[in-house]
């Protein structure tokens, strides 16, 4: 047999486990359907952020972390309620993820030459009980290059091992079918596509010139989720949420379309969870697209208003950046697929930042003095530029004329000025204390109790409607499609499970695919920097336990 492993998929949680079953001197055949240029997958696009637990960057910024407080915020998040059936080994997985975070994780990362940005930032801050959903403390630490900054240790690793004759990687070979000998997956077959000079995200030829047949003592499924699947991720909405959107925009190009999910499924691994997933409420439409219907998100502070499609505010705790389903929710139910922000320029500076590697050229680019530049007055060029350019915002020195943009925009005529206006002068009358009955307020102010925030994260609160604190700016939010939370059943060497709840022999599953591990370790909800981190520690298992059984 030429090959000991399969990886199909070259994304993250492919190169980790590639990686690691090389480093034992087994030898991989790595396998992707889209060009070389776009290794790394989905995590290059990323910002970087991993969830970390009580590190020396937590400890500086002043904020007391444990494991147990951890714990408590994931099983308050995750709302596991299958618990002996398809969240069994999910629970498990979970349990051990936050081992792993508030373990070794770090240290490991480290010693391969990754470091972190120093401010930790506050995701999924909840907004509910203390045994509730969300963050207690911050715990969302960004890597010093963002998301290229996280591949590129995996992606040296495997093609160091490439040089040895230890890895072949093959990019547009796209795997059609799993091969299954007497219950055992023994290797892959499917098609050689033409070869494509498209660039990182952009779509690429589905010709076939070819086609291939590989086997090998076991078969890792690495191939990602379902959120360039449009139709598909309105087949598994659940009803919980409302209405699937009629028009969603994409946060993953096209290529993210479930559909190794579904030949893994047809060859007898177990999906799980399928109506969980996870998808931004804050996107807005990419000036300069990479992808079709290219989406951005943006990562906001706390202090925008929040309104619906008519005009309504949203009431408590949805807030930006509290908690991204329950306000998911929220929009659906409205029967509208959008909702706007409405802030000012003092927030806009201060508060807002986007999502992605190629959003954030500072981060990424490794450079110290554009990071400072972020301390100016003005917006960061990412976020000027969408001021500029985007064609959902709208910036105006009064409130008529913004309400007037925002009608014109949609040309829907939903909005109505004088309660737009009735809303924020209300708002604004409660800031003449220091004490106040809104919950947004008071949330605004207890975040500016902690250093990071109150240094680059949350604007000083202030009345909207007083023009000093202007321009004004309306942003226009749709639903960006992201992240698949079910996933293919796996126990804890990633060994993917059949319907009875029994391995499928020589079948693994890691990353986004194996819903971050054990078919859905986040449960309903994420608590952030938990998709990198998921697929880090799933590849890395499974990479191991795969290893270790060919001894």
């Known amino acids: 047999m030429e090959f000991d492993v399969i990886v199909v998929g070259a ?19 790595l396998l992707d359907q889209e060009p070389e240029a776009s290794m790394g997958g989905q ?31 994931w099983v308050g998040t995750a709302g596991f309620d299958r618990e002996l059936d398809e969240d069994y080994w999910a629970v498990k997985w979970a349990k051990a993820y936050v081992d792993f975070a508030a373990g070794e994780k770090r240290s490991w990362l480290y010693d391969m030459g990754v470091r972190l940005f120093p401010v930790v930032g506050w995701a999924e801050r909840g907004g509910y009980l203390a045994d509730g959903h969300g963050n207690s403390v911050p715990r969302f630490h960004i890597v010093w290059g963002t998301g290229p900054g996280i591949v590129a240790p995996f992606e040296r690793r495997v093609r160091e091992h490439m040089k040895k004759g230890l890895v072949e990687y093959c990019p547009r070979h796209r795997v059609d079918d799993l091969i299954n000998r007497n219950g055992a997956i023994v290797g892959v077959s499917g098609s050689v596509l033409v070869p494509s000079s498209a660039a990182r995200g952009e779509a690429s030829s589905r010709e076939v010139v070819g086609n291939f047949a590989y086997q090998a003592q076991a078969v890792l499924v690495s191939s990602g989720g ?42 007898g691994g177990r999906m799980v969870n399928r109506d969980r997933m996870w998808h931004y409420t804050e996107g807005i439409k990419n000036w300069d697209p990479v992808w ?20 309504n505010r949203f009431p ?22 959008y909702s706007w922000f409405i802030l000012t320029q003092k927030i806009i500076e201060k508060e807002f930042a986007l999502s992605g590697s190629e959003q954030n ?31 959902d915002f709208i910036i105006e020195d009064n409130l008529s004329d913004l309400v007037a943009g925002m009608n014109k925009l949609t040309g829907e005529n939903l909005l109505n000025f004088s309660e737009i206006e009735r809303q924020i002068k209300a708002r604004d009358r409660e800031l003449e204390n220091k004490f106040t009955k809104d919950l947004q307020i008071t949330a605004i102010r207890g975040a500016r109790n902690y250093l990071g925030d109150k240094l680059i994260r949350v604007a000083t609160p202030h009345k909207i409607l007083d023009p000093k604190n202007g321009p004004l700016i309306a942003v226009r939010l749709h639903i960006v499609s992201r992240k698949t939370l079910g996933g293919l059943q796996t126990d804890l060497s990633g060994q993917v499970l059949n319907a009875t709840g029994d391995p499928v022999p020589g079948l693994y599953a890691a990353g986004e695919a194996s819903g971050f591990g054990g078919g859905g370790v986040h449960g309903y909800r994420s608590l952030e920097g938990t998709f990198v981190g998921g697929c880090l520690f799933s590849g890395r298992v499974a990479g191991r336990a795969i290893a270790k059984k060919l001894l």
């Open 43 to 73: 995590a290059w696009w990323s910002f970087g952020g991993l969830f970390l637990v009580d590190s020396p960057e937590q400890r500086r910024m002043g904020i007391k972390d444990s494991k147990e407080l951890a714990w408590q915020d």
């Open 226 to 267: 379902i959120g360039g699947n449009h139709d598909l991720v309105r087949k598994n909405w659940p009803s919980r949420m409302g209405k699937p959107p009629k028009q969603m925009i994409s946060g993953v190009p096209a290529h993210v379309d479930g559909r190794m999910l579904a030949i893994t499924e047809e060859a």
């Open 292 to 311: 079709a219907n290219h989406g951005i998100r943006i990562l906001p502070g706390p202090s925008s208003i929040w309104l619906d499609a008519r005009g």
């Open 361 to 391: 050229p500072d981060l990424t680019g490794k450079s110290i003095r554009k990071v400072v530049g972020r301390a100016l007055p003005g917006a960061s060029g990412p976020v000027k530029a969408f001021m500029d350019k985007g064609e």
């Open 11 to 29: 994304g993250l949680a492919g190169l980790v486990a590639t990686a690691e079953i090389a480093d034992a001197g087994k030898k991989v055949l």
């Open 316 to 337: 408590a705790p949805n807030f930006p950046g509290f908690d991204t389903l329950g306000t998911l929710e929220a929009i659906q139910k409205t029967g509208y697929d």
